[in-house]
């Protein structure tokens, strides 16, 4: 659950470690959407999708020094929790878009 309360947002922004898993998950969400950010895209997702399933430690980033109280599988269990929120928040919507604007497959 990526989505934790504003003030632990704003801890782990100043630098505090992730205390809970909602926090591991709020950081590999918030690494997923930063990429995204850049060229909101299949090819961007698909980059995203092969690093979650390659090497899903790597998604933390600078972060990953905040994740110290948790093991590897924590940390790997929260990329996948946070890749599936992404995909229904941000990838989803552009695939009906594009469905849209380029017809449905029949």
């Known amino acids: 659950m ?7 947002r704003k801890s782990l922004e100043q ?3 992730c205390k809970q898993f ?6 590999a969400y918030k690494s997923m959407i930063g990429l995204w950010k850049t060229q ?3 090819t961007t997702y698909h980059i995203i999708l092969k690093t979650v399933q390659n090497d899903p430690i790597s998604i933390y980033g ?5 994740t110290v109280r948790f093991d590897s599988e924590d940390l790997v269990t929260a990329v996948l929790a946070a890749e599936k929120v992404f ?3 941000y990838v989803w919507p552009y695939e009906l878009e594009k469905e849209a604007e380029n017809g449905e497959i029949l």
């Open 40 to 42: 909101p895209r299949w």
């Open 87 to 89: 995909f229904m928040k």
């Open 2 to 8: 990526p989505f934790i309360k504003q003030e632990i």
């Open 15 to 17: 630098g505090e470690v």
């Open 62 to 66: 600078e972060d990953l020094q905040k």
């Open 22 to 27: 909602g926090d591991l998950c709020y950081l």
